[in-house]
């Protein structure tokens, strides 16, 4: 039987238990920790190494500072980020959540028959086969914990089904000579959204949109409360939104190196420590790096050196 270890991230004590709960519930699912923060999670992440991270991604109290950009720091200190579930209230980011690559998109309070789904992707990606019974929830349990703490919800939805299951979907609706239904419409467009790949930017002004692929992207550079994007082909667009913003939606190969660049790593051609500088291939530009983004750097190099390596 193949066992999945999970950790749970939510700054809700009470919904941290309830979660656990949920997961326990099934035989193969190990918990091996929580946490109520951003840098809490970080650390439990690190210690546990677990194969699942349940994460609440819309924060409610501002100290907690969780969200999406938790996501985008695990790739900052680990080569193989574990599979994200988030865990939360509405289905308001559930797009901004597929760009990060989560691995399912829950809402709470969870449910034993939607978390089985997962479950079963799980087992299937392993190749083995589980039984995907799980341990009757009583009401005891749920009551233990909302003692705890005040505050509870009554529905939970799961809007990204399993994968499989909506690829087909979308084949029978191309197929078939009935005419889509709106369900139909919505779960291919899911659909759609969950095989695209790339990372595409729309920089919107005034009516106009552009259209910009990320990995054609060599580096963000920051202008006040705009940031200037550097292309591949030699031209430059502004966007109006700060570079900070960038840095909480673009994930790896993207790094912040200092307090007014951010680099994808895929363009850099040299990195000199003594000088503190990144070199940007087929340019003669040279993005410098501060001390304080010492440790980014590090991880760009061990990033760089886990790929298709050869040092000589």
Not at 87 to 92: C, K, L, R
Not at 126 to 140: M, R
Request: glycine content about 2%; hydrophobic content about 35%; proline content about 4%.
């Amino acid at each position: 039987m193949k066992d999945f270890t999970f950790i749970v991230i939510d700054e809700n004590p009470n919904e941290v238990l309830k979660t656990k709960a949920v997961a326990e519930s099934f035989q193969n699912l190990l918990y091996l920790g929580s946490a109520t923060s951003y840098d809490e999670g970080i650390d439990c992440v690190l210690e546990h190494q677990p194969d699942l991270v349940f994460l609440e991604i819309q924060s409610q109290d501002s100290t907690s500072e969780l969200s999406l950009s938790f996501i985008n720091a695990l790739y900052r200190y680990m080569s193989v980020v574990p599979k994200i579930v988030v865990t939360t209230t509405t289905p308001n980011l559930a797009y901004e959540a597929i760009k990060y690559g989560v691995y399912d998109y829950l809402l709470k309070p969870l449910d034993q028959k939607e978390l089985r789904k997962t479950l079963a992707r799980l087992n299937k990606e392993a190749n083995v086969t589980v039984p995907l019974t799980a341990s009757p929830l009583t009401i005891q349990t749920v009551k233990a914990s909302k003692n705890e703490e005040h505050g509870d919800s009554n529905v939970e939805v799961l809007l990204i089904d399993e994968e499989e299951n909506e690829v087909e979907e979308h084949s029978r609706t191309e197929s078939s000579s009935e005419p889509l239904t709106d369900a139909n419409k919505e779960r291919s467009i899911t659909t759609i959204v969950q095989k695209e790949k790339p990372l595409v930017l729309c920089v919107k002004s005034y009516g106009d949109y552009r259209y910009i692929d990320a990995a054609d992207i060599c580096y963000l550079q920051a202008d006040n409360n705009s940031t200037d994007l550097h292309l591949s082909n030699g031209e430059m667009i502004t966007a109006f939104k700060t570079l900070k913003h960038f840095e909480s939606v673009l994930k790896n190969p993207f790094f912040r190196i200092h307090n007014s660049y951010i680099v994808n790593i895929d363009f850099i051609s040299r990195i000199h420590t003594g000088n503190a500088v990144c070199h940007i291939k087929n340019t003669t530009t040279k993005l410098p790096f501060s001390k304080s983004y010492k440790e980014t750097i590090d991880e760009i190099i061990s990033v760089i050196a886990s790929g298709n390596y050869l040092e000589i």
